[in-house]
Structures are given as C-alpha cells and as structure tokens.
C-alpha cells in the first residue's frame, strides 16, 4: 500500500501558466515534507520542503500548500517555464530528523511545460 | 563539494552475478541512504545508515541484498546474485542528521540483469 501518492502520472501546462502539483498521503505520523524534481538521467533534487506546523510555504516562483486534516499538499509553480518540464516527486519523512530519517516517495508526476 | 557520488553509471550484467554499487556521500554529512526506482514501485527506500550504522533495513527486498558503510565516506550496496527483477536504478544519498534537513541524491546506477 502507497502511504504517500501522486494521483497524476503526468500534467501539460502551458507556458506562463500555472502548475500544480498534488500529493496525498495515508501516515498521520508523517510531519514533514519534500518536493523534489528530477530531470532524465539525474538524481532527484530536493526543491521545497514543508514542516507540518506550517500550511504554506514559499520560495520564489515554488509554494507548497499543505492541509493536515485532508492529508493533502500541492506544489504551485508559477509562472511555469520550460526549464520546469521534469518528474516531480513528493516524499515525507516521520522521523524526528526530518528528512534524515529516510523518506517515502510518491510515484512522481511527470510535468510537461508547452511553449 | 562534488556533491553524492556513485559508482558505476551503468552496469550490465548476467543473471546470477554479483553486483557491487559504490557511493560516496557528502563531506560531513551522517546519514546515508540507499534507493531503487522501477516503474512498479517508484522510489523505494531500502536502508539507510546514521554515523556508519544501519538504522532500518526493513526495506532490504531479500538476503541477496546487502548493504555496508565501513566508514563516513564510503558505502557500498552489494547484490548476490542478482537476478532480472533487481532490474532499476539505485540511487544514494546523505544528509545532515540534527535538524530537518533534505537527502542529496547522487545520479544513481542504472543496472541491467539480463
């Protein structure tokens, strides 16, 4: 059973517009959480991450949103650019080092930006 | 820093075999992560090590795998013997232990058991 999961394989946004990313997760215990992107041939690199005493956090054109009681967060890239074409996966972690306790991974969602 | 650095890219090799992938994390970083990616599955943690030790294996698939860091900068993930379904990329990597903080992934090993 997938405890953390992103519902959509792939997502075609056009450029400038926004994306948004979703992921669910099914662990209570998970209390923070990371997007990471991924280009082909590429480890995964970490992009934003959020504390789950927060609902939102940003970083540039990167937010992540997170709501606790529906056990969602959803990435929003705006505006969208062609660099931004990667998978994104979406991980948590329950242990109390955060992400250094090893973290659950979604399948990823494959983000295709059109010029 | 050159960041996590694994090794080989690609390994190719025959059913039965064993397999040795290398990696080196990052200077100064405690902890030390094993992951494989497949279609099926995605990314699975496999084990992860904190100051050289293992922590949790519980994601080891089967005794063929086998995992050792015998000291801060060097861990190896050893497959033996291997077999078609080991088939996927595995990728390593470390971080800071002491505070929330995110893993470093190296580019990973593509392997292949034919």
């Known amino acids: 059973d997938q405890q953390v999961k992103q519902n959509s394989p792939s997502l075609s946004v056009q450029e400038g517009r926004i994306s948004i990313l979703n992921c669910d997760y099914t662990?209570?215990?998970?209390?923070?959480f990371l997007w990471y992107k991924k280009y082909p041939a590429e480890g995964p690199t970490f992009l934003i991450s959020i504390s789950s005493i927060k609902d939102k956090n940003e970083d540039g054109r990167f937010t992540v949103f997170l709501n606790k009681s529906a056990k969602h967060l959803s990435l929003h890239i705006v505006p969208s650019q062609p660099g931004d074409s990667a998978v994104y996966f979406c991980a948590a972690s329950a242990g109390p080092g955060g992400g250094a306790d090893g973290l659950t991974f979604g399948k990823g969602t494959h983000l295709i930006i059109q010029p | 820093d050159a960041g996590v650095i694994q090794s080989p890219r690609h390994e190719v090799t025959e059913m039965g075999q064993e397999v040795t992938l290398r990696c080196k994390p990052i200077?100064?970083?405690?902890?030390l992560f094993w992951y494989r990616q497949t279609m099926m599955r995605g990314l699975e943690l496999l084990i992860y090590f904190n100051n050289n030790v293992p922590i949790d294996d519980s994601g080891m698939p089967e005794d063929r795998f086998s995992a050792k860091m015998p000291n801060a900068s060097f861990s190896t993930l050893k497959i033996q013997p291997s077999e078609p379904r080991d088939s996927a990329v595995y990728f390593c990597a470390s971080s800071l232990t002491g505070g929330i903080t995110e893993a470093f992934f190296g580019q990973g090993t593509r392997l292949t058991v034919v």
């Open positions: 200077s100064g970083h405690n902890s």
């Open positions: 662990n209570s215990m998970f209390d923070y």
